[in-house]
């Protein structure tokens, strides 16, 4: 299952839930996002021919992060530019979440592992800016496909 959240008409998130499966390769990120998000099926004895990465100028204007949830369960707060809250998923182990746009916070329900990546170099508090999380009691959270 795939999950696009929208903020503003705007592509926030996507979330790859641990039961999604198709064969081939799927690619989950429009060509234009600095950080590209897929997804390959591929059996035994397929071969990924051997390959370097040429030298491409980018510009990265805003970090994207994916976040693979290893084990344990996590809730992502989204909110707007103007950091006003606008609702929750709960992210469970195996699931995928890029995160591309708006703001984003983040409540670990149960002990979790996550693996992060994102672009770098890492900039510092100039990467980012804070602001106080959504009160308990305000939290959406969306229908839980679980």
């Given at each position: 299952m795939i999950?696009?959240?929208?903020?503003?008409?705007?592509?926030?998130?996507i979330i790859i839930r641990r039961e999604y499966?198709?064969?081939?390769?799927?690619f989950f990120t429009p060509d234009d996002f600095s950080q590209q998000l897929g997804y390959m099926n591929?059996?035994?004895?397929?071969i990924i021919p051997p390959h370097v990465h040429n030298p491409?100028?980018?510009?990265?204007?805003?970090?994207?992060?994916v976040?693979?949830?290893?084990?344990g369960k996590v809730?992502?707060?989204f909110y707007d530019e103007k950091q006003q809250y606008l609702e929750s998923r709960?992210?469970?182990?195996?699931?995928?979440?890029?995160?591309?746009?708006?703001g984003h916070g983040f409540e670990v329900l149960e002990s979790s592992e996550i693996i992060e990546v994102k672009q770098g170099p890492y900039a510092g508090e100039q990467?980012?800016?804070r602001f106080s999380p959504v009160p308990h009691s305000q939290v959406k959270v969306d229908d839980d496909p679980r």
């Open positions: 999950e696009h959240i929208n903020i503003e008409n705007q592509l926030a998130a499966t198709t064969s081939g390769i799927q591929r059996p035994r004895g397929y491409v100028v980018r510009e990265v204007q805003y970090t994207k992060e976040l693979f949830i290893k084990s809730r992502v707060d709960n992210l469970y182990a195996g699931d995928v979440i890029l995160l591309a746009f708006g990467d980012k800016t």
